[in-house]
């Protein structure tokens, strides 16, 4: 009796991976320009708010506050206004530095001036990001953490002062947030490494997948 199909195998392991072992969603924040900046960058999508839906993402332009840059007070108050006053308005990610205030206080300062997405920056240097969280219940808070309906990430401190150096140097700084499954990447390297065993196995015979 034959081996089995090498495509058989791919098949049951795509089950296993995804059906079994489902990945958690992650965030892929994507910088459009300047060209120094281009390219993914890691980030943490918060628990609350919105979190996109798989392959949705949006587009905008980063803009840091000169004032209020924690965003914990009501950016009302300083005359600052991103609603859209023209079809063409080009759509705004609010950049504001991590402390001081809830995360969830962050952003909902910042929806309310029409901001459509929120980058905190961290304020030190982490190797991994952690995935904001709402903060407990309390009366004050819960009259705005379920309204939250815009997406939030951190991003790290590095990402956060090349931005913000990038906007003091007059450059306008585009993005793009998306939302996505782990499933992909860990398929494709449970693929490659499963095909490496089996050419081993078969010692120099073809394979047809």
């Known amino acids: 009796m034959g081996s089995p199909p090498f495509g058989i195998l791919c098949y049951f392991l795509i089950f296993l991976v995804v059906v079994l072992f489902p990945a958690p969603g992650?965030?892929?924040?994507?910088?459009?320009s300047p060209e120094n900046l281009k390219g993914r960058h890691q980030t943490a999508m918060a628990k609350f708010g919105n979190k996109l839906d798989h392959g949705d993402s949006i587009g905008g332009t980063v803009v840091y506050p000169s004032v209020n840059q924690k965003g914990c007070e009501d950016f009302g108050s300083s005359g600052l206004s991103f609603h859209a006053k023209k079809s063409w308005t080009v759509p705004t990610f609010l950049l504001v530095d991590r402390g001081d205030c809830y995360f969830a206080l962050k952003v909902w300062n910042a929806q309310k001036v029409g901001a459509i997405a929120v980058l905190i920056a961290d304020y030190a240097e982490n190797t991994n990001l952690v995935a904001m969280d709402s903060p407990i219940e309390e009366s004050a808070i819960s009259?705005?953490?379920h309204n939250i309906t815009i997406p939030s990430v951190l991003v790290s401190k590095s990402f956060g002062d090349q931005v913000k150096q990038a906007l003091s140097s007059g450059e306008i700084v585009n993005m793009k947030l998306g939302w996505s499954t782990e499933a992909e990447g860990r398929i494709g390297d449970c693929y490659f490494a499963l095909k490496l065993v089996w050419n081993i196995a078969l010692k120099g015979r073809s394979i047809g997948c």
């Open 26 to 32: 992650t965030s892929s924040l994507t910088v459009i």
């Open 143 to 145: 009259t705005y953490l």
